[in-house]
């Protein structure tokens, strides 16, 4: 009776079951069709936040901009350049150095694009819910004090990526099982302890952003960034919700790419819920304004009209006023009061 032997986790018997082979060592590459995909991806939606970064810094003195409180857009929208180019390093063979990067970048990232989610959320919470603001609330609103909820949660997000790296960090291993012939390389996450502590800690920053953004559902329909942002925290939690059952159930490299997936998708929400319908009113109003160029003036400009073409919607509270034009050339505007600017009635 001949004596059967098992191959080392390294190798695997060949078909005729009597040597064994040297398995292939495998990883997410960018040359996997899979990782080009990804990448691309990655690439395109990049490109795309640098392109409405780019359009808001433009028009950066235009109402629209000014209203929807122009530093905490230019933030977001930072951060989530900072989301899309991080998941590049999910790709690639991965190293002690990236295993590392790809959590604490991950965390970090989506911990500013999401309290800055939630510092946009309270203000306009505050601005429409405060009926009778007295001189301490207006000072705390006109100040951006919301603002400072960005630096307090990315500094907590930060001390728990630091005890992560601290005391079990990532590092990198080896999968021999998962597909047969091929060892994958990958980031184990050390402590999954503190992995879930990452991931707990941004769903709670989301969930608090939605429950504040669905109670201001009921704002004047004229002024909806309240609900753009229910949409957007929504999509987010939908995404990781979904995730965290399937990241248990798959293995290799396909565990590699639902996390690439899932921090684009997450990301993708983020950006169209929020920014898109931005970008529509700018671009159809710089439409609007370039077919007025070649306007005369007495034609553009008469008595009843504001001097302005193309206004976006306005809203008002009882201490909060706002009107939105967009200028016509030759055409002098009224000033403008933007979110920064609070009266007392």
Same mark, same amino acid.
């Given at each position: ?8 986790? !390294? ?40 392109? =409405? ?13 000014? &209203? ?42 989506? $911990?500013?694009? =999401? ?6 959320? =309270? ?35 930060? $001390? ?19 597909? !047969? ?24 920053? &989301? ?18 960034? &309240? ?46 819920? =929020? ?71």
């Amino acid at each position: 009776m001949e004596e059967c032997m098992k191959c080392p986790d !390294h190798q695997y018997a060949n078909a005729q079951h009597n040597h064994c082979l040297q398995k292939d060592v495998t990883f997410l590459a960018y040359g996997d069709p899979l990782g080009k995909a990804l990448a691309g991806t990655a690439l395109s939606l990049t490109f795309l936040t640098v392109l =409405i970064l780019g359009l808001f810094v433009k028009h950066r003195n235009t109402a629209i901009v000014k &209203a929807h409180n122009r530093a905490l857009s230019y933030i977001l929208l930072t951060s989530l350049l900072s989301c899309f180019l991080c998941s590049l390093l999910f790709i690639g063979r991965p190293d002690q150095a990236t295993c590392v990067l790809r959590q604490t970048t991950f965390g970090i990232a989506f $911990t500013v694009a =999401i309290s800055t989610v939630l510092a946009k959320t =309270i203000t306009v919470v505050l601005a429409f819910k405060i009926t009778a603001p007295g001189r301490r609330m207006r000072q705390v609103l006109v100040s951006g004090a919301p603002n400072s909820i960005i630096p307090i949660c990315s500094l907590i997000q930060l $001390t728990l990526c630091g005890i992560w790296m601290g005391t079990n960090p990532p590092y990198i291993d080896t999968d021999a099982h998962s597909e !047969h012939g091929h060892v994958i390389i990958v980031c184990n996450k050390g402590s999954l302890t503190a992995f879930y502590c990452v991931l707990g800690y941004l769903g709670s920053l &989301a969930l608090g952003s939605f429950t504040l953004a669905f109670l201001a559902r009921n704002l004047p329909d004229t002024f909806n960034e &309240a609900k753009f942002l229910t949409f957007s925290m929504l999509v987010f939690c939908s995404v990781w919700v979904t995730f965290l059952p399937v990241y248990h159930s798959t293995q290799g490299k396909v565990t590699v790419a639902m996390e690439v997936f899932s921090i684009l998708a997450s990301g993708v929400g983020l950006l169209g819920c =929020i920014f898109a319908p931005k970008c529509y009113i700018i671009l159809s109003n710089c439409w609007q304004a370039r077919l007025q160029t070649s306007t005369p003036e007495d034609a553009s400009c008469p008595a009843k009209q504001t001097g302005c073409r193309g206004a976006t919607p306005s809203f008002s509270a009882s201490f909060l006023k706002y009107e939105s034009y967009w200028p016509v050339p030759g055409c002098p505007c009224p000033k403008v009061q933007s979110q920064d600017e609070y009266v007392e009635e």
